[in-house]
């Protein structure tokens, strides 16, 4: 059975960092771009960062650049979101995905960014 499953989000206050990890299974990791897409509070799923699927090439939206850094461990089937100097406009539930948006979707963990 397919699943992907997200952890460490949390409630952190403006300025601090968090680290997002995804666990996947069900599926060959290894030859799957992989990617962290957000969902603000009341608005729309927004494409954060993605990373090939041997780690050579990483992309991030502009708004998260130099404070955000994505991957993975192919060996423990694991994608990673380092984040880092959080803003409240940073508050969403992350998700991560494999294989675009008719592909596979994790459920999700919410990061709350407030003093």
């Known amino acids: 059975e397919v699943g992907l499953v997200e952890s460490g989000g949390g409630l952190v206050q403006p300025g601090g960092s968090l680290r997002l990890s995804c666990a996947a299974s069900?599926?060959?990791?290894?030859?799957?771009?992989m990617r962290w897409v957000r969902q603000a509070p009341g608005k729309g799923l927004d494409w954060v960062s993605s990373i090939s699927a041997g780690g050579e090439t990483t992309t991030y939206t502009a708004s998260v650049k130099d404070r955000f850094t994505i991957s993975r461990d192919n060996t423990k089937n694991t994608v990673y979101l380092q984040m880092n100097s959080l803003k409240p406009e940073d508050t969403a539930v992350y998700y991560c995905?494999?294989?675009?948006?008719?592909?596979?979707w994790g459920k999700g963990t919410l990061v709350t960014v407030s003093s």
């Open positions: 069900g599926f060959r990791f290894s030859s799957y771009t």
């Open positions: 995905n494999a294989g675009g948006e008719r592909g596979y």
